[in-house]
């Protein structure tokens, strides 16, 4: 038995959860039970697991298991294995009291991170973390950040730590101040020609975390040669661009799909010693369906909230 179970104390609230909720993707089995932010305590281990104890504090993000045995397990890329098991695709998940998955998903967390501020890491922070650590980003790096919401927020604070330039790219000027406090030295309303046109050839990598359609060309414009636009937020239509700034400068268009238990470990550690943290919103575990009403109709807001809702579990006294 390879099975941890935890006592949840805290869960986000994700954009996916919202789509498996609505069943956008089509993969949603009723009754369903959302959630895949989880942070608790170990309350049993399988008779196989060695490297958890019970009463230990963990995290459970989007991957609850894999094969193991596959190409990409072998390589430490279980976010990428054919078998990938979701912690709330299929079965259930974290807006509940506990949670079970296998030990290599569950990940130790930092004391010097809080179980509140660390929920929103497990997803959405290795969500951006990921790509940033996958494409090499360094101090030399000039790093554009589209969308500042639960996702741009921590994109933005990632790639200060990696010492990069870091553009904050959005259609709200609402936004700009809290950018540049998470460490943003430029920001660029989207909405402004004037403004993007003078982005042209000034960024070696751009991560788009938005769930909305844009001229993606104007985007591989903003690429120095060499550059990529990584998508992490699903735009709504496919993504339409000219093949020739692609070719003449060497460009690229990528995607990410979450980390591996590994990268959860670094990024967490990262994270505890250069204090990045999500700015969260907490609501008790009873009022699950007020918060998430509360996300759906902040969707399409253009101040929009720069930070994730969680889950509390309350505890009585």
Partial sequence: MQQVEIAITHCGICHSDIHLISNDWGISQYP???GHEVVGTVTAVGSEVRSLTVGQRVGLGWQSNSCGSCEWCTRGMENLCPESQGTCVHRHGGYADHVRANARFVIPIPEALSSEHTAPLLCGGITVY???RTHGINPSSRVGV???GGLG??????????????TAFSTSTAKEEEARALGAQNFVNTRESKAMKEMVGTQDFILSTINADQDWSV???ALRPTGTLCFVGVPPSPVSVHAFPLISGQRSISGNPSGSPYRLREMLDVAARHGVKAHTEAFP????????????KEQGALPGRVGELI???????
């Fill in 32 to 34: 369903f039970i959302p």
């Fill in 130 to 132: 990921n790509p940033l």
């Fill in 146 to 148: 589209v969308g500042i």
């Fill in 153 to 166: 927020h921590l994109a933005i604070q990632f790639a200060r730590v990696f010492g990069a330039e870091v």
């Fill in 219 to 221: 985007y591989i414009q």
């Fill in 285 to 296: 575990m009873a009022k699950a369906n007020e918060a998430i009403e509360k996300v759906k």
């Fill in 311 to 317: 889950l509390r579990q309350m505890k009585i006294a």
